[in-house]
C-alpha cells in the first residue's frame, strides 16, 4: 500500500513537472509564433483605394510641426516627406524648432496666417499642450493632425482634427515575446518608459499583455522623463541589476534611451547575463546590434513613416475615407539581419524598397 | 577676573572650533548617514562591492564637469558652456572616429584642442569686450550646440572605438572602471594647485577682490582668462569620458549635466574648505548625491523623488551652511 501511495505521488509529481514544463515550453512556443511575422521583410500594403495625388492635392499644402527638428528620428522623416511632396507637386514647408512649446504655437500661427490647408503635428508635438491654437486653427478651416503619436486603440488628442496611429502596442508586445521566447518564459525584465509620451501608454499596454500570459515572468516598469535620460537611466539601470541579480532583460521602450542602458550592463559586469530589446530601428542602436550590444530593435522604416503619414493626410485633404491603419509596418532587426542596415547602418535601408514603387502606384504617379 | 575671561575665551574657542569642524565635515557626515541608512535597509544589495564601485566609476562625467566649474567660479566667473563643450568634444569624437576613420587618439586630441579653442574665445569676449561671463558662456553654448547640431547632423552616432570604452570602463582598478581613477587623480591635481601654488592663491584673491587683486600686481585679465580656458578643456575632456562610457555619442542628452553639475559645484562649497568652492568638497558632493539617488533606486522609489532629494540636499545643506556661518560671525 505504503509502495502504491509513493509510486502514485512520484507519478503525480512527474505529470506536474511534465505539464508545467509543457506550458513554459508552450508560452515560449507562442511568444515565438508571434515573432514571425515580424521577421519577415515587410511587404507593401496600400491604406486605400488608389486615388491621383498630383491632381487633388493641386494647389494645397501641408505644414510640418515636429516635436524637435533636433530629434534625428523626425528630421529624418520630415526629409522623406519634402522629397515625396516635390515628387507629388504639392507646398509643403517643415516648422523647424527646438521641441519649445511655444514655438509650435508659433508654428501654428504660422500655418494660419499663410493658409495652409492641413497642420502635421509630428511624433510629439503634442496637441493636448496646444488645446487654443489647435481649435484657432480648426476654426480658421485648416485640417490639424497628430501623426505618429498615437496607438490604434487611443483617443485623437487634444481637439485635433485626426490621428495618423502607429501600432505601438504591438511594437511594445513584440519587445516582451522577444524576451520570453529567448528565456523560455522565465523573464525578469525591467521596463524603462517615460509617461509624457502619448505613445507610451499604447506600448506599455503591450507590454503587460505579452507578459499576463506569461506565468514565470515579472516586470518592473519605471518611468524616466525624456530630459533626464542622459543623467538618470544609467544610475536606475545599475542600481536595479544590482538589487536584483535575476533581472535578465533590460526593455527601453524607445531606442534613443538604449546608449545610457549598455553602460549600465558593462559596469555592473552583466553583459553576459542581461540583453536589450528595444523599438524605433534608429541606425546607431542598429550598429549597437552589429557590435553585440543590443539583442534585438523593433524597427520602423522612417522614409515608410513619411510615406504612410503623407498617404494618410493627402486623403483627407482630397476627401477620401479616413486612414485608420496607415500600414506602417514593423520590422525586427537581430544579429542575424542587422548587417542589411548597411555597415555603418543608414536609416531607412534594410527593409526592401517595394513601398516606394508601391506607393507610386497607389497615388498613380506612374 | 583674569582667570574667568580666560576661561570663557577658552570655551569660546572651543566651541568654534566644534562649529568649523561641523561645517567642514557636515557632507561628510550626511554621506556617511545616506550610508548606513541605506544599508540597513539594504544590506545586501547597498553594502556590497558591486554596488560601490557601480557608484564610484560611473559618475566621472559628472566629476569632472563640476570641477571644470568650480575653476572660473573660483576666479568669480560662470561657465555656461562647460555642458555645450562636452557634447561638441564627444561628438567630435565619434564623427573623428566613426564617420571620417581617424584613429581614436587623433580624434581626442581634436576634440581637446576644440574645447581649448571655444575656452580662448570665451576669454577673449570676457575680458577684452568686458561683457559679463554669463552672457558670453551663454551665447557660446547655445552657439556651440548649433555648430553640433550642424557637423553631426543631429544623429546619434554609436561604435566609438572599443580602445576608448576599454580605457575609461571596461578595464578597472580594485573592481572600480578606471574613469573613477582620472577624476579623483584630476580632483587631487586641483586641491593641490588649489592650496599649495602661487598661482592657486592669486586665483583666490581675484576671485574675492578683482580691484585688489590687481592694486597687488596680480594679472588679472590673465587669471580670468586662463581659468575659462581650463574649464572649456576640462568640459572636453568630460566629452572624451562621456563617449568612453556610452561608446556612443548624440548631440543633445551632454547639455543636461550642466545644472547637476552646478548644484554639485554650490554643494562642494559647503564642506571641506567651507565658503570656498573646492575640488574635495565637489567630489564628495557628486557621490554623496549620487549615493542617495542609487539608494533610492535600490529600493525602488519612484524618480521624482530622486529629484526631492537632489534639489532638497541641496537647499539644507547651503541653508545649514549658512546658519553656521552666521552663528559663527556672531560669536565672533
Redesign the interface.
Known sequence: MKRMLLNAAMSAAFVLAAAAAHAESDVAAKAAAALEPYKKLPEFQAAGEPFDAKACMEGKSIISIPAS????FL?TINDSMTKIAEQVGFKFHVWENQGQVSQWVQGIDYAVANKFDLIDLLAGSDPRFLEPQVKAARDAGLTVVAAHLTGFEQAIPGGASAVVPIDYKTAGALLADWAIAKTDGKVNALVLVSNEALSTDSMVSGIKEAFANCPDCKY?I????I??????I???V???L??DPTINYVIPIYD?MA??V???I????KTDSVKITTFNG????I??I??G?IEMDVGENLDWIAHGILDAEMRMLCGLPEVKDPKIPLYIFDASNAATAGT?PEANTGYGDDYIEGYRKLWMLQ | MTLATSDTGEAHARRQAWIDRAERFGLLIAWAAVIIVFGLL?PD?FL?W??L??IL??QAV?VVVTLGLIIPLTAGDYDLSIASVLTLSAMLVAVLN??VGLPIVAAILLALLAGIAVGVINGFFVIYFRIHSLIVTLGMGTFIHGLT?WFS???????VSIGL?RAV??TRVLGI?LAFYYALILALVIWYVFSYTAIGQRLLFVGRGREVARLSGINVDRMRWGCLVVSAFLGAVAGVIYAG????A?????L??LL?AFAAAFLGATSIQPGRFNPIGSVIAVYFL?TG??GL??L?V??FV?DLFYGGALIVAVTLSQIVRGREERLN
Open positions: 527638428s533636433a530629434i534625428p528630421k518592473n519605471v518611468n524616466i522623463p530630459p533626464e535620460w542622459a543623467t538618470k544609467q544610475p536606475n545599475q542600481s536595479a544590482l538589487a534613443s546608449q545610457f549598455v553602460p549600465a558593462t559596469i555592473t559586469g534608429t541606425p546607431f542602436a550598429g549597437m552589429q557590435d550590444q555603418p | 539594504r544589495t556590497s558591486a554596488n564601485s557601480t566609476g560611473s559628472l566613426v564617420w547640431l547632423d543631429t544623429q546619434t552616432i554609436s561604435g570604452v570602463i571596461i572602471p562610457t556610452i561608446g556612443a548624440d548631440p543633445n542628452s551632454g543636461t549635466y547637476p549620487v539617488i542609487t533606486s535600490i525602488g519612484s524618480t530622486q
